[in-house]
């Protein structure tokens, strides 16, 4: 008896013994990364299998480094008969991409790249690294926990020429920065950096030019993303205080900035091989090069209001400030707003569910990306979902749900209080997050003059609904801007403007590190915000009985336990 195989949605069947997942993915038209030649060496062709893993051949021993429900397709087959088996590939090159920014000051910029040309020599600030006629091209990247997403320009021109994202492949290591640090180093053998330059390797040779023309690629990302794409050791970044291994050579006089510099040969890419990959700045701890970017995005440096920018993700970054004064943090959400570790979580794809609306009868409308059939649910529709349940009474504000524990939604589709549950603790982490930073810089809510929502989560998600659940402060909502992905707008500018490079390393240096973890009430802040209400300035701990049941039904192992006063101990190698 055959077994069916679904592979992102596309279907065949296959007897025991038989073809790999990987053989079945081509014979359905799903490309699946590899440059191996499906012998278990490259490490790409990952799947993760989300029904039916039983049916399928034991992990062999070039499977070793993965855990869960991931797999190389090359290596896995039908092993039962009868059944069925349903997995997906890192999706690559099919998610929504935000390619304009929304109301962003820093958008506006000169062309001053690093790359120049002298008849036909290739100039690298000033210096020849090639003899080529043909054009010049930069790369900008947002290398995200949970996304990555590549710009190609015109460095002559300043035109963007193309784009790409999908799934970051490394989540097979873990879907937050401190599983996936405890993962680098206890696996080592730079495991996630080859997967993923892999992946991109692919990415950039689908684009519409000549990859060896390609002469500098800017990345920007948080701490850890940024520092495994270098070859850095981010066991440092794992352990209190939190320190990349860059900021604490520049504290020990090692190097001048935290920023990082390698060649295209050795991140193993195919652009040219003397191409300079520049990964910009951190800001300090898990405020990374994303946090920079996003100043650079807004202009921070010439900023005389007081602004806020809430770039919400795995990790997402608070940054408050003006020219004369810049506070930053970085909550740990976890990847329950980006779709992960919800039941039927799902990136912002086509088939996902991105908008909610509940009647009064209980009926359900949905709004899914692509206009087909619902798959998952992505941040936005989560978020509208929240909103309605609590709109509606089906959910009361401390997450439980009035009428059973499961809110269906389409075929095989749904939600329950464990998702909840998920949710509640990502955004407390963000509430905490705000609190602090708002009472550190000795202001309130009010007091703000922008609120930038960044991310394409933020773009994308409805206001209403993020004040209703008290994800984000209730301010009017002429002072808030969602103006999608800022770090890879911030990245654009660097890389097509060495002034403005330079100035985002002078800046960087001036911002005050708000350390949530240290801060006396940030787990009353996180308890607090655990709550779905409308968020106001919170001052002290209410110590109320709602409180006291937050705090009981409070994850400690999740998104709050990341930088913990006392965290995970990450055992050294």
Not at 213 to 236: K, P
Not at 271 to 284: F, L, M, Q
Not at 490 to 496: M, S
Request: charged share 25%.
């Amino acid at each position: 008896m055959s077994v069916t195989i679904t592979i992102d949605g596309r279907t065949a069947a296959a007897e025991p013994g038989g073809p790999s997942l990987f053989e079945l993915a081509e014979s359905l038209g799903v490309r699946v990364p590899t440059s191996c030649q499906k012998n278990g060496k490259c490490k790409e062709c990952i799947v993760e299998v989300t029904a039916g893993a039983d049916a399928l051949t034991p992990p062999t021993p070039p499977e070793s480094h993965l855990t869960g429900s991931f797999r190389l397709s090359c290596q896995a087959r039908v092993a039962a008969a009868g059944g069925a088996v349903v997995c997906h590939t890192m999706r690559r090159g099919k998610m929504r991409v935000e390619r304009h920014a929304y109301g962003l000051p820093g958008g506006a910029r000169g062309l001053d790249p690093a790359v120049t040309r002298d008849g036909d020599r290739v100039l690298l600030d000033g210096e020849e690294i090639a003899r080529a006629a043909g054009p010049l091209h930069g790369l900008a990247m947002d290398l995200g926990t949970t996304t990555v997403v590549l710009r190609l320009f015109d460095l002559e021109t300043g035109e963007q020429i193309a784009d790409a994202s999908f799934e970051n492949p490394q989540r097979f290591g873990g879907s937050d920065v401190m599983s996936r640090i405890d993962y680098d180093t206890r696996q080592g053998k730079r495991v996630l950096m080859r997967t993923l330059a892999g992946y991109l390797a692919h990415a950039i040779e689908a684009m519409p030019v000549d990859p060896q023309t390609i002469y500098e690629l800017v990345v920007v990302g948080n701490a850890t993303m940024r520092d495994l794409f270098f070859r850095q050791s981010v066991y440092t970044i794992g352990q209190n205080p939190y320190r990349s291994i860059t900021e604490i050579e520049m504290a020990e006089g090692k190097r001048a900035t935290t920023s990082l510099a390698t060649t295209g040969r050795r991140a193993l890419l195919p652009i040219h091989p003397k191409a300079r990959v520049w990964g910009a700045p951190i800001v300090s701890g898990h405020v990374g090069a994303d946090a920079a970017a996003c100043m650079l995005a807004v202009d921070l440096a010439h900023e005389d209001r007081l602004v806020c920018v809430m770039d919400i993700g795995t990790n997402t970054e608070l940054i408050l400030g003006n020219r004369t004064r810049v506070l930053a943090a970085s909550c740990p959400a976890g990847p329950a707003f980006e779709g992960g570790a919800i039941a039927c979580g799902m990136p912002g794809l086509d088939g996902a569910v991105e908008r909610v609306s509940l009647g009064a009868d209980g009926t359900v409308s949905l709004g899914v990306i692509g206009d087909g059939e619902a798959q998952g649910i992505c941040g936005s529709g989560l978020i509208d979902l929240l909103s309605e349940l609590l709109r509606t009474g089906r959910m009361n504000e401390l997450g439980r749900f009035e009428d059973g524990e499961r809110v269906d939604l389409a075929p095989g589709v749904y939600f329950t209080e464990a998702d909840v549950n998920e949710l509640a603790q990502a955004k407390g982490a963000n509430v905490a997050g705000l609190q602090v930073v708002f009472g550190e810089y000795g202001v309130s809510f009010d007091d703000v003059d922008v609120f930038y929502l960044a991310g394409g989560f933020g773009r994308h998600l409805s206001l209403d609904a993020a004040r209703r659940i008290g994800l984000v402060p209730d301010l009017p909502a002429e002072k808030v801007v969602q103006v999608g992905n800022a770090a890879i707008e911030g990245a654009c500018i660097a890389l097509l403007s060495m002034t403005k490079r330079r100035e985002l390393e002078d800046l960087v240096r001036r911002v005050e590190h708000c350390r949530l973890e240290t801060h006396p009430s940030f787990f009353d802040f996180f308890v607090d915000g655990c709550q779905f209400r409308r968020l106001e300035a919170f001052h002290g701990s209410r110590g109320d009985a709602a409180n006291a049941e937050n705090a009981e039904n409070a994850d400690m192992n999740g998104p709050f336990s990341a930088y913990s006063a006392s965290p995970r101990e990450t055992e050294r190698p």
